[in-house]
C-alpha cells in the first residue's frame, strides 16, 4: 500500500494545520492536502509555521489546496468523526472502524488512499461524510468523546506507524533471555544469601521456589542476571565479613 495522504477541510485556524503538519512528520506522512484553508496557512513565520515545527519546510511547505471533489474522485477516502450512529439503521456514519482497524484495512488496500479531516467545531457534515468510502472514529469517554482536531490527528496517525514508519527512536525491543546455566548459578547466589541471615530453614524451600518464580516471569538478560548474582554475593560477603566482626569482639 501507498502511505496515506492526509485531508483537512476548512479548518478555522492556521495553528491546527500545523499541528497536523507535525503530527504527520512524527509518524511519516507526508502528503498535506487542504480544503478550503485559511488565510496564511502556509505563510512563513505565520501561525501555522510555528506549530508546524520541523514539519515546516516540507509537509507543511508542499501541503497543497485542493477541492473536496478532487478528493473524492483520486483517493479511498476515510472519514474521521466522533458521533456515530447507534446501529446499522443509518449509514451516513455506520458501519465504523477504529483507528486501529483502519490500520489493517489500509494494509491490505492496493491504491491511493486519504483520511479526511473536518472542521474543528463540527467535524465533517454528514453531505461529506456521505460522499467517502469509509468512516473511522476514536473510542472515547462516552460522556466526552469528542477530541480537538489536533488530538484526533495525532491518534489517528500514531495507530497507522506500523504502515508508515519503517524505524522509530525506540531501540530493537528483542529480549534475550540468560542462559539457563547461568540462572541456575543465580539461585545459587541466592541461596548463599539465605544461609548468610540464616533464614528459617523450615520456610527454605519455599522462598527459593518463590524467587524461581519472581525471576522466572521476568525472563532476565544475562546482564541482568550476572547483576543480580553480584548484588547478591556482596551482600553474602558482607553479612559474612559482619559475623566475623562481632565474633572478634567477643
Excluded at 471533489?69 to 458501519?95: M, Q, S, W
Excluded at 461529506?128 to 468510502?133: A, K, T
Aim: net charge negative.
Amino acid at each position: 500500500m501507498s502511505v496515506p495522504a492526509v485531508a483537512v477541510v476548512d479548518a478555522k485556524t492556521p495553528g491546527n494545520v500545523g499541528t497536523i503538519a507535525r503530527a504527520m512528520k512524527n509518524f511519516g506522512l507526508s502528503e498535506l492536502l487542504l480544503v478550503d484553508p485559511p488565510e496564511g496557512v502556509q505563510e512563513k513565520h505565520g501561525e501555522a509555521w510555528g506549530f508546524a515545527g520541523r514539519a515546516r519546510r516540507d509537509v507543511l511547505a508542499n501541503a497543497r489546496e485542493v477541492s473536496f471533489d478532487d478528493i473524492v474522485e483520486n483517493y479511498y477516502t476515510v472519514g474521521l468523526t466522533a458521533t456515530t450512529n447507534e446501529d446499522c439503521r443509518k449509514h451516513v456514519r455506520f458501519p465504523y472502524s477504529t483507528p486501529a482497524e483502519l490500520a489493517d484495512d489500509l494494509a491490505e488496500l492496493d491504491g491511493d488512499s486519504c483520511i479526511v479531516f473536518g472542521r474543528e467545531a463540527n467535524g465533517l457534515h454528514n453531505r461529506e461524510l456521505s460522499r467517502l468510502d469509509a468512516v473511522c472514529s476514536i473510542p472515547a469517554s462516552d460522556e466526552y468523546p469528542v477530541l480537538n482536531l489536533g488530538q484526533a490527528a495525532t491518534v489517528t496517525m500514531y495507530e497507522l506507524r506500523d504502515l508508515t514508519v519503517e524505524e522509530s527512536q525506540l531501540p530493537d525491543r528483542q529480549h534475550e533471555r540468560a542462559d539457563e546455566e547461568l540462572i541456575e548459578h543465580l539461585y545459587e547466589k541466592f541461596d548463599d544469601l539465605l544461609d548468610a541471615i540464616d533464614h528459617n530453614d523450615e520456610k527454605r524451600h519455599k522462598t527459593v521456589r518463590m524467587a524461581r518464580r519472581v525471576f522466572g516471569r521476568a525472563h532476565l538478560t544475562e546482564r541482568e542476571t550476572r547483576t543480580m548474582m553480584g548484588i547478591f554475593r556482596r551482600a553474602s560477603e558482607e553479612l559474612e565479613r559482619g559475623r566475623e566482626l562481632r565474633d572478634r569482639d567477643r
